[in-house]
């Protein structure tokens, strides 16, 4: 599809990943819901995140229990901090971390950089590579109406695409819920094949066999780290 990965492709094939998608969810629910609103029905970003988990196969009882946490006084405050970084060859890497102590997920972060021979960069050292993007897929067999009904709907599309059948939609995050809207409107009971909100590479690189080693060990050691919730990179062929 373009440019855009097929994010949705490695998600929680073992019982460690999906308890590290769990306890994302887990948190982002919390932390929506303290600072927006426990009730669903009042918090749009809460309700779209629910939905988002259930469709990740998230258990009730975590989604009820994080939303039952924010209910009570005090309690833990995450951040969502990215770090950029250099990998292998010409490979860049954004990584979203939620955390509620960020000396301890720096220090986790860099140490992971560290075991390639790889670093951190500063703010926007990698990311001005990047666009930050809302992204969303679908099966739909009428491209044009889609289409037609956004352009109605005067919702600025980035990208649009139709490769076999499936739609794929870029657009502003700030206009992700008058997208969703529009489309679930449209088609009741849409079923996403991707809903993320993320950052997307405006040119990707292809590694040698030796470099890929390297970026496939970096990213297993990212994924370990418990605060990160999302790697984001511009290499072709790498899932």
Known sequence: ????????????????????????????????????????????????LIEKAKKEQVPTDVINRAIEKAKGSGGEDYQTILYEGFGPGASTLIIKTMTDNVNRTVAEVRAAFNKVHKSLGVSNSVSYNYDYLTLVSFKYANEEEVFNTLLEQNLEITDFENEDGIITISINPTMQHKLKDTLETLIPNVDYIID????????????????????????????????????????????
């Open 1 to 48: 599809m373009g440019r855009f990965p097929n994010i949705a492709a490695s998600k929680a094939k073992t019982g460690a990943a999906k308890a590290k998608v769990y306890s994302s969810f887990a948190k982002e629910i919390y932390q929506i819901a303290k600072n927006g609103g426990t009730d669903p029905n009042g918090n749009l970003n809460l309700r779209r």
């Open 196 to 239: 993320e909100t993320g950052y997307y590479p405006k040119d990707k690189v292809t590694l040698n066999e030796e470099e890929m080693g390297e970026f496939q060990k970096l990213m297993n050691i990212l994924e370990e780290v418990e605060d990160v919730t999302n790697i984001y990179h511009n290499v072709k062929d790498f899932i």
